[in-house]
């Protein structure tokens, strides 16, 4: 009996092991907790650049990776491009900004 609960613990000391590895990020991916925070991050920012009335959220596409917002899309002037770059490093939990909007 007792050599079954030895390796009944072995077992989901493994299992445990094997779960936490799993859920860590890489430096080409994310976590899970990371994915949801960047998830959380990226909505924000839509929000804050849908709140913005220079701004139209349909030209402006958000992604976030780590913390990281890129900005990417066509915009009507250079004002517009500054004005979602400035707009997106204004949301809590963004830790830099790539913006590689365009002039349309």
């Known amino acids: 009996m007792k ?3 030895k390796y009944l613990s072995a077992f989901f000391l493994a299992l445990t092991l094997v779960t936490a ?4 990020s890489t430096p080409k991916q994310e976590g899970t907790g ?6 959380v991050i990226t909505t924000k920012v839509k929000a804050a650049i849908l709140d913005e009335p220079s ?3 349909a030209e402006i596409n958000v992604e976030t990776f ?3 917002v890129q900005l990417s899309g066509f915009v009507a002037s250079q004002a517009a491009v500054s004005k979602a770059g400035e707009v997106a ?3 809590r939990g963004v830790k830099a900004v790539k913006n590689d909007l ?3």
Do not use: A, F, W
Request: hydrophobic share 30%; with cysteine; proline share 0%.
């Open 3 to 5: 050599q079954l609960g």
């Open 55 to 57: 701004l139209k959220v």
């Open 66 to 68: 780590k913390g990281v």
């Open 34 to 39: 990371e994915y949801i925070d960047d998830t």
């Open 102 to 104: 365009r002039l349309k």
């Open 89 to 91: 490093r204004g949301v």
């Open 21 to 24: 590895v799993g859920c860590s």
